[in-house]
């Protein structure tokens, strides 16, 4: 087992391309009736935006009771999280938030000025490292200023601080070597040693690997996600075993505060169906037991009446370089009925998608099983979820579990209308959009098309498609994640132009998908490139899948010149010449990947990822940086969380259960004020 399986909950599948829209909104913020998008920080690549939560103030007050005990929950893991990304993240968290309270110097000090930034960053990062490129955040103050104020956080608190700590955090802090990356992939490398990630102590990836063969019953029809949730260490004796993740066991604190909240959560379970689903959860923490997780996965994928839904876990496993841990993670949410009329129809339609994919029929699904979709607003994001998040879910990721009992699929809607509305008039398609004409198309028909994209990637692409039997569904090891993405992507591309979108009433355009195609090329060509560090080479999935997906269309279209790259006045521009064209590359393109997918060809999928998904002109790489500098646009966006609390009958706050009359919800938080409360209120691995 190694590596990404397959089907994951995926960050961020359109976010580039909505990020590529995105802007400062200030203008927004001038209106504190509807706080969606405004920008409430930006520092380094980042920018902080709130979003609200339409349609909380309609929910009874059971559901807000239920909500507002799962937020809870979601916040008490966030020090998991925190931990797992790296060993030392706690004690450096500390350190930071404890020199930023206490100080008392010049706050127009450049020196204090950098280290704001680097702590405005480290809490983003959830740790010493970049949410997205895994690199170590580099500090812009001096180790003797930062020292200085260290020694009077560790005079104050001798009891968390001595010399040996404070010289293992400047280390980690001031050593660009030290923890260097949070995930390495690169290919040859033992990717457990060379990573900082915290899933692993004092083994090598060949013990690793050995530890879990064993383990493995390859006969098994139903598995358990191995490692998902332990951690891996070598004993005193030598021996490789596993730390588990539970009550009693690793992170036990935090798991406590979890499972308390779930127990008050589950009172105001809106049917037995959803009670029991959040008692197998809390089964679940307190053993540590993989098959409870799989039995309540299978009752939460069944659970589709109840309008609240939450995640609560160690769900993906992109934060481990073998692809096993899960990271923790929560979101609480509750169906927009309204907005999910767009995928319960995409839903009601699957088989027809299925059956008409330009894939070898023996490749297609004779039956599809309930893709669940819906449209989602977030009530709350957690631990990995938070503050980066993702705004499409499809999960539960085992195989075995959706090949029997479907998943669930959704958009989180709330998130992707705030990234809407922070995105007018920064100046982005000026620069990089090639005329007026696709300018106005893709203000016309970006954000509609770019949401049906997600709904498509996350519903259908996904979903479809079989392997033939036999083919070991890891068998694209470190190529699996991306060839995966590239698949759901080419599916919801191909679909996008499909005359069926407009027959079912999701589209009134027949050249509205031309939107999506052109931004696509764009990202996948150019765009997103402003998001990599000049010289590096393109690691993350979703980003090798969108360039592996533009560059062969360019590639295999290039005899009829279907999309060319054109220079106009010293830049470069993607034009797109034929998109009908186009859109049979896409189906072509589905049909290969699908291929692969199905017979676990290895060697053709690691040939496409490396020819066409890696590696970067150079030429054309400085241009993007310099272009998008011009712009000044964070390529990185996060989120604050509202705040919610209790008010008795006369309307005052109250923590008292028996009292609480109603859940308020706020919008008045920032960003750092709100991660000091969290790491004041919701730190059990600190305290
Ligand atoms: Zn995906």
Redesign the pocket.
């Known amino acids: 087992m190694s590596n990404f399986f397959d089907?994951?909950l995926?960050k961020s599948?359109a976010v580039a391309t909505i990020l590529a829209t995105a802007s400062s909104a200030m203008a927004n913020a001038l209106d504190p009736s509807n706080p969606s998008g405004t920008v409430v920080d930006r520092f380094a690549d980042i920018e902080v935006l709130r979003y609200v939560v339409p349609g909380f103030e309609n929910l009874s007050l059971n559901q807000k009771k239920l909500i507002y005990y799962l937020t809870e929950a979601a916040l008490q893991g966030r020090d998991i999280l925190w931990d797992q990304n790296g060993r030392y993240n706690l004690p450096l968290r500390q350190l930071l938030e404890e020199v930023y309270t206490g100080y008392t110097g010049d706050k127009n000090n450049p020196e204090y000025k950098a280290f704001l930034k680097y702590l405005k960053q480290v809490e983003f990062g959830n740790g010493v490292h970049h949410h997205y490129s895994m690199d170590k955040f580099v500090p812009g103050f001096s180790r003797d200023w930062f020292a200085g104020e260290a020694s009077r956080v560790a005079a104050k608190h001798p009891e968390r601080f001595n010399d040996d700590s404070l010289q293992t955090l400047y280390r980690l802090i001031f050593d660009p070597q030290f923890n260097a990356k949070r995930v390495n992939q690169a290919a040859g490398e033992d990717l457990i040693q060379t990573s900082a990630c915290n899933f692993y102590e004092g083994v090598t990836q060949p013990e690793v690997e050995a530890y879990y063969t064993a383990l493995k019953d390859t006969t098994d029809l139903t598995p358990v996600s191995y490692g998902l949730n332990a951690r891996v260490v070598k004993r005193p004796d030598g021996k490789v075993t596993e730390q588990v993740y539970r009550l009693g066991g690793y992170y036990s604190e935090a798991i406590e505060k979890i499972v308390a909240n779930l127990e008050k959560a589950k009172k105001y379970a809106e049917s037995p169906e959803q009670a029991a689903v959040i008692e197998e959860l809390i089964k679940f923490y307190r053993t540590g037991d993989l098959r409870l997780f799989d039995s309540y996965s299978i009752l939460w994928t069944e659970d589709t009446d109840s309008q609240v839904d939450f995640i609560n876990g160690f769900i993906e496993s992109y934060g481990d370089p073998l692809g096993m841990t899960g990271s923790w993670e929560s979101i609480v949410n509750f169906r927009d009925e309204k907005a999910s009329a767009r995928t319960k129809t995409l839903a009601a339609n699957a088989q027809w998608f299925e059956d008409h994919s330009p894939v070898d029929p023996r490749f297609r699904k004779p039956e599809v099983k309930g893709v669940s979709a819906k449209v989602i607003n977030a009530a709350i994001l957690a631990g990995d979820a938070y503050p980066a998040t993702p705004i499409?879910i499809?999960l539960p990721n085992a195989n075995w579990i959706r090949a029997a009992h479907g998943s669930k699929s959704v958009t989180i809607e709330n998130i992707t209308r705030a990234y809407d509305d922070a995105s007018h008039g920064d100046g982005f398609n000026e620069e990089f959009v090639i005329d007026a004409p696709t300018r106005e198309l893709l203000d016309k028909y970006l954000f509609i098309t770019d949401n049906l994209h997600t709904d498509l990637?996350?519903c259908l692409?996904?979903g479809s498609g079989r392997l033939l039997p036999g083919v070991d569904p890891d068998a694209l090891k470190a190529h699996g994640s991306t060839l995966?993405?590239t698949r759901?992507?080419l599916f919801a591309l191909y679909y996008l132009a499909d005359p069926k979108l407009i027959e079912l009433g999701l589209l009134d355009n027949p050249d509205a998908y031309k939107a999506e195609y052109y931004k696509y090329m764009l990202n996948g060509l150019m765009t997103q490139l402003m998001r990599i560090e000049p010289g590096k080479d393109v690691e993350e999935a979703?980003m090798r899948n969108r360039k592996l997906i533009a560059e062969w269309a360019m590639e295999h279209g290039k005899t009829d010149n279907v999309v060319e790259m054109v220079n106009i006045d010293g830049k470069t521009f993607v034009k797109i010449n034929d998109y009908n064209r186009l859109r049979e590359l896409f189906g072509e393109l589905l049909s290969e990947i699908q291929r692969i997918k199905s017979e676990g060809d290895y060697a053709a999928g690691e040939e496409l990822v490396e020819k066409y998904a890696v590696k970067i002109d150079p030429a054309l790489h400085k241009e993007v940086l310099d272009r998008y500098a011009h712009l000044d646009i964070a390529p990185y966006k996060g989120f604050v969380n509202p705040v919610y609390y209790g008010v008795d009958a006369q309307g005052n706050p109250t923590a008292d259960e028996e009292k609480i009359a109603d859940i308020r919800v706020e919008y008045t938080e920032d960003y750092l004020p709100q991660m000091l409360r969290y790491s004041r209120d919701y730190s059990p691995l600190t305290k």
Do not use: F, L, R, S
Request: aromatic residues 0%; charged residues 35%; hydrophobic residues 20%.
């Open positions: 089907m994951k995926h599948i499409g499809n990637h996350e692409g996904h995966e993405e759901a992507d979703h």
